[in-house]
């Protein structure tokens, strides 16, 4: 059975910084690719950026709307997603959730993490 369980979220000021972890567990779990999604009160849940397993390095992308803020990066057993946060902003308010693409499909949602930004 695969799990993801993500961490590192709080309450931070606008331009501040934080941290998520995002780490999937299962055994024979072949993964192609881990991202991160995030949910705002009453909003649809959306992409922030993803990271490919096919390469050493990985091929990042990311949505518009964090591109030069947010930084996406895996441990060399690529099971574990960062994703690093900076000059953040109230509009980046959201439950925070990774996700990954394995053989069967999506790999399922873990109980995300909180991140607020006040202003």
């Known amino acids: 059975q695969v799990q993801l369980v993500e961490s590192g979220g709080g309450l931070v000021h606008t331009g501040g910084s934080l941290r998520l972890s995002c780490t999937l567990s299962g055994n024979g779990v072949n993964i192609w690719a881990m991202g991160w999604y995030r949910q705002a009160p009453g909003k649809q849940r959306e992409l922030v950026a993803t990271?490919?397993?096919?390469?050493?390095?990985?091929?990042?992308n990311y949505a518009d709307f964090v591109k030069g803020r947010f930084t996406i990066s895996r441990d060399n057993a690529k099971t574990t997603i960062y994703l690093q946060m900076n000059d953040l902003r109230p509009s980046d308010t959201a439950v925070y959730y990774c996700?990954?693409?394995?053989?069967?499909?999506?790999?399922?949602w873990g109980q995300g993490a909180q991140v607020t930004v006040s202003s």
């Open positions: 996700n990954a693409i394995i053989d069967s499909g999506l790999a399922g």
């Open positions: 990271i490919t397993s096919a390469t050493a390095e990985g091929m990042t």
